[in-house]
């Protein structure tokens, strides 16, 4: 007996009769349930998975901005002679096309002391005409001013740092500095107070509490450099264009000089990022998966509760092709709604992190994400739209595999055999 043609593939009748398989009778409350727990799974899934790949999204964009707004994207370091040189190194670098700034500076440790506190501190020397240049510390003074900072003989410092320090404006801050005067007893620390002339704030903890600017002639006194320069740092235009400009930047030097990049700096901080990013995405991974393995158990019960059913729809013509698409509709159904729900779930939360973070913060009496822990003052979350797509297909591949072996077991029903021990 040939096989009955039946209607055409996912057909208005195949629609129907899946979406009344979703809705819940009486007797059917438990599969009802299961399949409820499979889309809440399904979109808590894809929800955690879009929010905590946005926030590490986030963080790590924060972090390269805020270590790139205040370091530059390439060091060049003097070999064999001193940086005596440094402004005329500089004004060529600046000529190389993609680079937009060649700053000078005279770079430290020290040990600085306040009214309430002393802590190691890192001073960097730097021109007034080179501060424009550095964004995240000129637009984001609180208190004070930078103007006429060479001739001001004050210092700038983080928000952090001067609470820790209890000082404001006009407070002096003293800085110790091992590589002092040489005198017959050996090398004694340079000790000598600044007032401080401006606070600012980068919003990266580690920076706000460590940073101390200082004018570039008195930095280059304090340290004993004289007429020279500790490096030049190298702002480009697209910080991803390191390799290409390393070339005619060390031509443009025209003397033996040493450059380290920005991912040569801190390639273990990133590295230790992107591993940490991969194994949270193959952990809440698992979420999705487990949601899915309950929509091969609810739609194998619901098989099993409608064998009846279908062995009447097969001696009704239905064909074997029709009752396959009648359950993968079933199931899919709840993995594509879960799927959109679990979406549109993360995009709220995406777009609200922070507020979000300030009311938990609120509710708990506590810190969540302290920036003495996590570098920065606010949770950041940035969506990226190729990896969103990513979490969509991943969890919609899942669901409709899961689908199948139900379908397919439906599909195979023999209607003699279900109406025989009915």
């Known amino acids: 007996m040939a096989e009955p043609t039946g209607t055409k593939p996912f057909s208005a009748f195949e629609w129907m009769l ?48 805020k270590i790139l707004g205040i370091n530059g ?38 040990l600085a002391s306040g ?25 984001n003074v609180k208190l004070g001013t930078l103007d006429n900072f060479d001739e001001a003989e004050g210092v700038a410092i ?26 017959p007893m050996g090398m004694t620390p340079r000790i000598k ?37 500790s490096a030049i740092e190298i702002y480009l235009s697209d910080a991803e264009q390191t390799g290409a400009l390393r070339e005619p930047i060390e031509t443009a030097a025209g003397r033996p000089v040493l450059l380290t990049d920005w991912r040569q700096r801190n390639m273990t901080f990133f590295s230790a990022l992107e591993v940490e990013r991969n194994m949270m995405f193959m952990i809440l991974t698992l979420i999705v998966l487990v949601a899915a393995l309950n929509i091969i158990s609810g739609l194998t019960m619901l098989v099993k509760d409608k ?12 064909t074997r092709g029709s009752i396959l ?26 777009l609200n992190i922070e507020s979000i973070r ?18 920065l003052s606010k949770l950041p979350a940035d969506m990226n739209p190729g990896e969103t797509l990513s979490i969509v297909i991943m969890a919609l591949v899942l669901s409709y595999l899961a689908t199948l072996y139900p379908a397919w077991r439906a599909a195979r029903l023999d209607p003699v055999e279900a109406l025989r021990y009915e």
């Open 18 to 65: 899946a979406l009344r398989y979703l809705r819940a009778r009486r007797r059917e409350t438990f599969i009802s349930i299961i399949a409820g727990f499979s889309f809440i799974g399904i979109m808590l899934g894809v929800a955690t998975l879009i929010i905590v790949m946005s926030v590490m999204n986030g963080f790590r964009g924060e972090l390269i901005d």
């Open 73 to 110: 994207h390439i060091v060049v370091q003097p070999l064999e002679t001193p940086f005596t040189d440094f402004a005329d190194v500089a004004s060529r670098i600046t000529m190389v096309k993609g680079v937009t700034a060649a700053i000078p500076l005279v770079e430290g440790q020290v």
């Open 115 to 139: 009214a309430n506190n002393s802590t190691g501190a890192l001073v960097r020397g730097v021109r007034s005409e080179d501060l424009p240049n550095l964004p995240s510390i000129s637009k």
């Open 158 to 183: 983080g928000t952090r740092l001067a609470t820790n320090m209890g000082l404001t404006i006009g407070d002096k801050l003293t800085l110790v500095s091992p590589r002092g005067n040489v005198t």
């Open 193 to 229: 107070a600044y007032p401080v002339v401006a606070i600012f704030e980068i919003g990266m903890s580690e920076y706000d509490s460590s940073f101390v600017f200082m004018p570039f002639a008195e930095a280059q006194a304090f340290f004993n450099l004289d007429d020279k320069a």
């Open 307 to 318: 064998s009846h059913d279908i062995a009447i729809l097969r001696t009704m013509g239905a």
């Open 325 to 350: 698409r009648v359950f993968f509709i079933t199931g899919a159904a709840i993995g594509t709604v879960g799927t959109a729900f679990g979406v549109l779930l993360g995009t709220v939360v995406c």
């Open 358 to 375: 300030q009311f938990v913060s609120w509710l708990t009496r506590t810190e969540v994400f302290s920036p003495e822990l996590y570098f």
